[in-house]
């Protein structure tokens, strides 16, 4: 969970520097600058380092996207060192959700292993 305010200030403070930083490109352009959006994914990234137990510092923001479907479904892509941390554990499946208010916004991810 995370403050969108905090976001905000981010943005404002940071610009361009922040946006690359956490975001890739597509999450920028879907979001369109709207913090609560840009909060959501930030949080999914956050629960998403913490099911794989490694944190973000083994791996870059970008390396975790929250993409869409076409009806506005969220899915989660992992990308580089994310991917591979993952693939290491036999994560094969991700289930991921965001919700927000006016102030908070929240994001879950819930990791699937291979069946052994």
Wanted: proline share 2%; hydrophobic share 45%; charged share 20%.
């Amino acid at each position: 969970m995370i403050e969108i305010a905090r976001i905000e200030r981010a943005m404002m403070r940071h610009g361009d520097r922040f946006f690359r930083r956490f975001f890739t490109g597509h999450e920028i352009h879907f979001c369109q600058g709207r913090p609560a959006r840009l909060a959501g994914r930030f949080a999914v990234k956050e629960a998403v380092a913490k099911a794989l137990g490694t944190g973000i510092g083994e791996f870059n923001w970008t390396d975790i996207e929250v993409v869409c479907d076409g009806l506005g479904k969220p899915e989660l892509v992992l990308h580089s060192k994310a991917l591979d941390t993952a693939s290491a554990q036999g994560l094969v499946q991700w289930s991921i959700s965001i919700s927000h208010t006016e102030t908070h916004a929240i994001g879950l991810a819930v990791a699937i292993g291979e069946q052994v």
